[in-house]
C-alpha cells in the first residue's frame, strides 16, 4: 500500500521561500503523475501543482511563477519549491497522486502545514 509523508512546513514571513518534502513508499511512485494539494481553513482541498512520470508540470493560476514541483524517482521524493509565499498560501498542504481529472488515488498522509505571517 502506498504510504505519504509529508514534511518541511513552518511559519514564514510574506515573501518568504519554504521547501516541502513527500517521501512516497511503494513501488509504482516512478510510473505516477503525482500532485500537491492544499487545504486552507474552511476550504475544499485543491490541487495547485502536478508534476507526471515524465517530467511535465502544471500548476494552478494562484501558485503560477512562485512554486515549482520537482520529483526524484531514486528517492522516492516529491517536491514543492515556494517563493514569494503570501499570506493566502497559508493552509495544510498534502501531496497524493493528481490524475487528470484533479483527482487523488492513494490514502492521505498527514500533510505539513504552512503559515504565512509577519
Known amino acids: 500500500q502506498v504510504q505519504l509523508v509529508e514534511s518541511g512546513g513552518g511559519l514564514v514571513q510574506p515573501g518568504g521561500s519554504l521547501r516541502l518534502s513527500c517521501a512516497v513508499s511503494g513501488n509504482i511512485f516512478s510510473a505516477s503523475r503525482m500532485g500537491w494539494y492544499l487545504q486552507a481553513p474552511g476550504k475544499q482541498r485543491e490541487l495547485v501543482a502536478a508534476i507526471s512520470s515524465g517530467y511535465t508540470t502544471n500548476y494552478a493560476d494562484s501558485v503560477k511563477g512562485r512554486f515549482t514541483i520537482s520529483r526524484d524517482n531514486a528517492k522516492r521524493t516529491v517536491y514543492l519549491q515556494m517563493n514569494s509565499l503570501k499570506p493566502e498560501d497559508t493552509a495544510v498542504y498534502y501531496c497524493?497522486?493528481?490524475?487528470?481529472?484533479?483527482?487523488?488515488?492513494?490514502?492521505w498522509g498527514q500533510g505539513t502545514q504552512v503559515t504565512v505571517s509577519s
Open positions: 497524493n497522486g493528481a490524475s487528470y481529472s484533479g483527482s487523488a488515488y492513494y490514502p
